[in-house]
Each structure stands twice: as C-alpha cells, then as structure tokens.
C-alpha cells in the first residue's frame, strides 16, 4: 500500500490519490456478454459512463509487491491507459477534451476475478496495493494519439496479452467530456480509460510487466497474502 500521494516530473506532479476507472468501456466486453448484457441486472449496455473507484490504499509504485489473498488463486490484469487531469475539468467540451490533460501513464486495475461487472463488490477491487501505476507520467504533448497506442501484457516474460488503446466505447477525449458533465475532475486526479477484455490473469510468485506504447513499462510481482 502507498499511503503518501504519488509524485511526478510532469504538472501537476503529485497525484491527489483519487482514481477512477471506466468499467465496460472496452467493445469486446460488451460483445462478450451478449445477450445477457439485456438481462437483469444489467438491462442495457450502459449509456453513460460506469465508474468504480480505486482510493488511496489501493496505490502501489512501479516494483511493488502486491498480495494476492488467500481465497483468490489468481488476480485479474486490468492493464489500462491512465488520464492524469491538469486543470478543473467540469463540463469540458468533446472537441477540446484533452486540452485539460497533463499527461498519461501505465496502471494496473487489479481485481479479485468477477462474477458480474455490475456493481462490483469493494473488497474484490479496493484491496492494498490494486492499483500499481507509473513507473511515470509522459506530457500529454508527447502523446498526440492517445487512443492507438500499443498495449503487451507479461507474465512471468511471456505475452499474455496484446492489444491496444483503442476499440473502446468511449475514448480518452469522450470518456473525459462525458464523466466531466456530471463531476468535476481536479488537477491531479486520475481517470483510467478502462481494462481491455479478455483480462489475462497471475497468481502469487509470479512477475506482472505491462507495457504500453512511449510510455514505458510497470512492473510489479505477487506474492501469497500473510496469513
């Protein structure tokens, strides 16, 4: 667990610790759930963002060890594009959405395996440690393309995963345009575009690498949770 704010070399260069994660906003979730995605509970697709927090205790730094806990035999990779806010966000337009970003970085949307993406429960995704991020934040200047950039998970260095920022139902400029009309993000703040889908998963021992295109590598291992 990180218990201090995390800091940069970029504005606004210490995070205030809050998070939030975009949940179904990948398209092959929503395909993967087919006709269930109109059955309670979901009902529908959503049609505005669906949010889960990560807060503070849930923050680890790149090299980290993160504990698995004892009724989990594996934890969900949820590598995901991180927006790091630069100034008040509240209502910004589609157009000119990433005007109000410093920057972005690599996070790790760590989750206990889930039965229903609707309302996840808290102890399955708010545990220490669930939310590695860095190893830093690249100026959003350097980055003018933040919706194709090449994602690569590792396990243990085989690839278990490849993709990219793309094909969601929301991109970076929509998603951030659409969360700012009903709440204000503050410099600092952190909103993940959303993990893509099929999840790929890790257990205790082993080593978790994901690389996302000109912004580095995030490495972290898992370890057995203390009895």
């Known amino acids: 667990m990180n218990p201090t704010p995390l800091r940069f070399d970029v504005p606004p260069f210490v995070l205030t610790g809050r998070v939030y994660a975009a949940v179904l906003n990948h398209v092959a979730q929503i395909r993967a759930l087919g006709d ?25 730094r790149d090299g980290d060890a993160v504990e698995v806990p004892a009724f989990a035999p594996a934890l969900e990779i949820g590598a995901t594009l ?44 708010a545990r220490d440690g669930f939310c590695p991020i860095g190893p830093r934040v690249v100026p959003a200047a350097r980055i003018p393309r933040p919706d194709a950039l090449a994602v690569t998970v590792r396990v243990d260095d085989a690839v278990v995963w490849h993709g990219d920022t793309g094909q969601r139902v929301r991109g970076v400029a929509q998603l951030l345009a659409d969360v700012t009309e009903f709440m204000t993000l503050q410099p600092g703040d952190l909103l993940l575009l959303g993990a893509a889908s099929p999840a790929p998963q890790a257990g205790p021992g082993q080593r978790v690498a994901i690389d996302i295109e000109e912004l580095g590598t995030l490495n972290h291992t898992l370890i057995a949770a203390v009895p």
């Open 36 to 60: 269930a995605v109109n059955r309670p509970p979901y009902k529908a697709p959503p049609r505005a963002p669906a949010l889960s927090i990560k807060p503070r205790n849930t923050q680890a």
């Open 82 to 125: 991180g927006v790091v806010i630069g100034r008040t966000a509240c209502r910004v337009p589609v157009g000119a959405a990433l005007d109000w970003v410093a920057g972005y970085t690599i996070v790790n949307d760590l989750s206990v395996p889930l039965a229903s993406h609707y309302r996840p429960a808290v102890r399955l995704k």
